[in-house]
């Protein structure tokens, strides 16, 4: 059965450290993925995703495909950035934008 | 364009009862998926419709349906609450293509008393 895990309920770093919020998954077949983040008061919206291979807030994230991780990566943490981080992949069987989320990271950047 | 937008904000209901959740995704829009979001947990997916049809289900009873109007709009209905039923429930509205940008609403709370 197809799992995102993220170990990590709670990081916290201080400004300026680097940053990385971990995700592991399991999927049958070549897996798409995704990160999104909640920001305080706002909404659940998308950060990065594999296939787009794009660097968004300072933030990397690459697919190792022999340890089923994708990642997040920050090199300078900024007070921004704390927020609740959600590693997904697409539902095994579902529509084409269902998503299984992991349970998420909630980073804090102390300043 | 306000986004999506979900009603109501937030609402309590006894076990046993029916509940209604409304969904209205940005203009332009016309897949809309639900999840829920259990306290502690990431979104967990529901179902996803798509020009009004059923496109894909998650892992949830029958007591969970819904459907999509000829406006893209939807309703998420719940019938017989249990106290597990207690949760966030989001909206997500996408223009439908594979592994495409899922836009989240803000949310409707429910509380099964």
């Known amino acids: 059965a197809q799992r995102v895990t993220q170990p990590e309920k709670l990081l916290s770093v201080f400004k300026g450290a680097p940053v990385e919020l971990k995700c592991n998954y399991s999927?049958?077949?070549?897996?798409?993925l995704f990160w999104y983040v909640q920001y305080s008061r706002q909404r659940l919206q998308l950060l990065l995703r594999?296939?787009s291979r794009e660097s968004i807030k300072g933030f990397t994230a690459d697919l190792n495909k022999g340890e089923t991780s994708f990642h997040l990566k920050k090199p300078f943490a900024q007070e921004e950035d704390s927020a609740m981080y959600y590693c997904?992949?697409?539902?095994?069987?579902?529509?084409?934008?269902?998503?299984?989320f992991g349970k998420g990271t909630h980073l804090i950047i102390q300043p | 364009d306000a986004g999506v937008t979900q009603s109501p904000t937030h609402l309590i209901k006894t076990r046993g009862q029916h509940v209604t959740l409304r969904c209205s995704p940005i203009?332009?829009?016309?897949?809309v998926s639900w999840y829920q979001q259990v306290l502690g947990q990431g979104p967990q997916f529901i179902f996803q419709?798509?020009?009004?049809?059923?496109?894909g289900r998650g892992n949830f009873p029958d007591r969970f349906s819904a459907r999509q109007f000829p406006n893209y709009s939807s309703e998420l209905n719940v019938n017989a609450l249990l106290l597990g039923d207690s949760a966030l429930y989001l909206c997500?509205?996408?223009?439908?293509?594979?592994?495409?940008?899922?836009?989240f609403g803000p949310g409707t709370r429910l509380t099964v008393t």
């Open positions: 997500a509205s996408s223009l439908g293509q594979p592994l495409g940008e899922q836009y």
């Open positions: 997904a992949l697409p539902y095994s069987g579902g529509g084409a934008d269902g998503l299984t």
């Open positions: 999927y049958s077949g070549s897996p798409e």
């Open positions: 419709y798509y020009e009004k049809e059923e496109r």
């Open positions: 203009s332009g829009h016309k897949s």
């Open positions: 594999h296939i």
